[in-house]
């Protein structure tokens, strides 16, 4: 037997089901209506936030943690709830403002500061920061990085008065210096920040450098030293050099001097040695003597070809010609 399961929508009867669908609809529209009751008349707070609720844009209660139970002394006026949950609120009159409870980096830009000794450094630092009273926060209406914006220039004032109490190489290298002037810093900072609900909770210093101009006058000095030093280098070799010349000079002159007064004497000693022979040759064959002066002087005169003319009675024609 065969058995059917389709269904026949064309002999569906709607008017049977429409009291249904009333229901459903009425319990969706309760249900919605009832949500936008609830998040009109209450609100949640998570451990991540704490709460303002104002009335007329003013503050009548704060939602904190447990460990802010302070507030309820220094808070008058308004209701402190310590401990995070839902609460209520009175719709349309009543507005909630959230806010962090959580602590806060903020990296400061890097500033310069001026020492004891007129020196000027750059100070790059980060703070950790929360806020510690939202009734005064939200009463400055103040927002994050409006808040930030003043921390830095609070710090900023401090750090300077700070750091021109003492000289550059304190700061850069005192370490216990630097650690008890930043816990000091962070004291007075709050004296001024809690007057708008903000708790300065350290500062550390990242980096502590010089200016770029200052590092331009040292690099210009360093070059200006070098290039002095590089005159005052090559001024020097140039002397030396000078009295190296000076000193070969005076040696060499020094050396001709001793050479040429040797070459005199050895010339002396020859000729006054030659005018011996000659004496002595003389003596010996006073005719031979006087031959062999007349050809030296035939060697010196008659050198390559030259034309003379001799006299009949000259030496030279005696042993030339054989003229008595």
């Known amino acids: 037997m065969n058995i059917d399961n389709t269904v026949n929508y064309k002999n569906f009867d709607m008017n049977k089901y429409k009291g249904v669908f009333k229901v459903a609809a009425i319990v969706i529209g309760c249900v919605i209506l009832l949500s936008i009751l609830f998040n009109l008349c209450f609100f949640s707070v998570d451990e991540r936030e704490q709460a303002v609720v104002t009335q007329f844009n003013k503050i009548i209660r704060i939602v904190v943690g447990e460990g802010d139970a302070k507030l309820k002394e220094e808070v008058k006026g308004i209701d402190v709830i310590t401990g ?63 808040a930030q914006s003043r921390i830095e220039d609070i710090l900023y004032s401090k750090l300077n008065e700070e750091i021109g109490k003492v000289n550059a190489h304190v700061v850069i290298g005192d370490k216990q210096y630097v650690e008890d002037m ?48 590089a005159r005052t280098y090559r001024s020097e070799g140039q002397e030396e050099a000078q009295k190296i010349r000076s000193n070969a000079d005076k040696q060499c002159t020094i050396i001709e001097a001793q ?24 003596n010996k064959d006073p005719e031979f003597y006087e031959f062999w002066r007349t050809l030296e002087a035939y060697k010196k005169t008659l050198s390559g070809n030259t034309t003379i003319v001799i006299d009949s009675d000259s030496p030279f024609a005696k042993y030339l010609f054989g003229i008595e």
């Open 182 to 229: 930043l816990k000091r810093t962070v004291v007075e900072s709050n004296e001024h920040m809690q007057e708008f609900g903000v708790r300065v909770v350290d500062i550390r210093i990242k980096r502590t450098d010089l200016p770029q101009e200052t590092y331009n006058n040292i690099f210009n000095r360093m070059r200006t030293e070098r290039e002095r030093a």
């Open 84 to 146: 995070k949950g839902i609460f209520f609120k009175i719709p349309f009159i009543q507005k909630v403002k959230y806010y962090t409870d959580l602590k806060l980096v903020y990296d400061t830009d890097a500033r310069e500061v001026t020492t004891l000794d007129k020196k000027q450094l750059v100070l790059d630092n980060y703070v950790i920061w929360e806020i510690d009273n939202p009734a005064l926060f939200a009463a400055a209406d103040l927002n994050q990085i409006s």
């Open 259 to 282: 050479a040429y007064e040797q070459a005199e004497r050895i010339r002396g000693e020859g000729d006054a040695e030659a005018l011996a022979i000659y004496a002595e040759a003389y």
